[in-house]
Nanobody, 121 residues
C-alpha cells in the first residue's frame, strides 16, 4: 500500500505564495507520475500540475507561470510552489501518485487526504 502525506496548505493573501509538499511512503519501488489536483467549492476536480519521474511537467493553463511542480525521486516527494496566488486558487489541493510496488505490481493511483488553500485578504 502507498500512503501520501500532504502539508503546506493554509491561508494566504492575494499575491502571496505557498509551497505544498506530498511524500509517498510504503513498499514502493518507484513512483512514475505524481501530481496535484484541486477542487473548489461547487466545482469539479481539476488537474493543477503533474510531473513524471523523468521530469516531464504538465500544467493547468491558469497556473502556468505561477505554479511550479518539482519532485525529489529519492524521497518519492512532490512539491507545488504557488506564487502570485489569486482568490480563485482557493480550493482543496490533492496529491496523487502512480507507483510501482517493490513486488513489481503497478499500483492503482493513490490520492492524498487533501490540504486546504485559502487565498483571501
Amino acid at each position: 500500500q502507498v500512503q501520501l502525506v500532504e502539508s503546506g496548505g493554509g491561508l494566504v493573501q492575494p499575491g502571496g505564495s505557498l509551497r505544498l509538499s506530498c511524500a509517498a511512503s510504503g513498499r514502493i519501488f518507484s513512483c512514475n507520475t505524481m501530481g496535484w489536483y484541486r477542487q473548489a467549492p461547487e466545482k469539479e476536480r481539476e488537474l493543477v500540475a503533474a510531473i513524471t519521474s523523468g521530469g516531464r511537467r504538465n500544467y493547468l493553463d491558469t497556473g502556468e507561470g505561477r505554479f511550479t511542480i518539482s519532485r525529489d525521486n529519492s524521497k518519492n516527494t512532490v512539491y507545488l510552489q504557488m506564487n502570485s496566488l489569486k482568490p480563485e486558487d482557493t480550493a482543496v489541493y490533492y496529491c496523487t501518485a502512480d507507483c510501482t510496488a517493490i513486488s513489481g505490481y503497478r499500483l492503482p493511483r493513490v490520492w492524498g487526504q487533501g490540504t486546504l488553500v485559502t487565498v483571501s485578504s
